[in-house]
């Protein structure tokens, strides 16, 4: 019971198996010739392209010939050492021609933000650098005045030195004066009753 039932499964493996290396591709660096039978002794009925992709038949044990069958539904016999089961070039090229474009795309944009991030910090330092400049005027300017402010603080503080001296000597002049004139009527207002007495003591005589 257990044999009916391994052989099926062996059965169906061993298909699958040769499903799956079905496919082989056409060497890439040959020309190969498609024959009648399975060995150059048959006569060619065409040529298979180099790269090119066709699915493997059979073998022959022999002559290391394989059974094909090309895109175009031909059937024949080709020298085994002009297949190979990996992906032929020809047959990627397609494949690897798309990623290169997708890749220069890619570069494309990534150089096309590049430069708009270099554009824009460029513009972000020239308007920094107009900032600093119009800064740096407006710190002239605000110096100039400084210096301006300094020197007229500085004459009118000399001003009200002068002035303050020059009250100080109106005051010790005027003061000198108040004295004077002080100590004169002082010398002059007692000498003046006795005159006015004496002239009365004349009359009354």
Avoid at 8 to 27: E, F, G, H, K, N
Avoid at 176 to 199: N, Q, S, T, W, Y
């Amino acid at each position: 019971m257990k044999a009916k039932l391994l052989l099926p499964l062996l059965c169906s493996l061993l298909w699958v198996s040769q499903a799956s290396a079905a496919t082989r591709y056409i060497s890439d660096d040959v020309y190969a010739f498609l024959h009648a039978g399975p060995s150059n002794k048959y006569r060619i009925i065409g040529s298979i392209n180099a790269g090119e992709k066709v699915e493997f038949l059979n073998r022959n044990a022999d002559t290391k010939y394989m059974q094909i069958k090309d895109a175009e539904g031909r059937t024949g016999w080709i020298d085994g050492r002009f297949l190979q089961s990996e992906e032929s070039f020809r047959s990627r090229l397609p494949v690897l021609e798309k990623e290169l474009t997708d890749t220069q795309q890619q570069l494309a944009t990534v150089d096309e933000r590049h430069s708009q991030d270099v554009a824009d910090k460029v513009n972000l330092i020239e308007r920094q650098q107009q900032e600093l400049t119009t800064l740096k005027a407006k710190l002239d300017e605000l110096s100039s005045s400084h210096d301006t402010l300094s020197s007229e603080n500085e004459r009118l503080t000399s001003l009200m030195d002068t002035k303050e001296h020059q009250m100080r000597l109106d005051w010790l002049v005027h003061g000198g004066i108040v004295a004077g004139i002080g100590a004169l009527v002082g010398f002059v207002l007692p000498a003046i009753p006795l005159r006015r007495r004496k002239r009365q003591d004349r009359w009354m005589n």
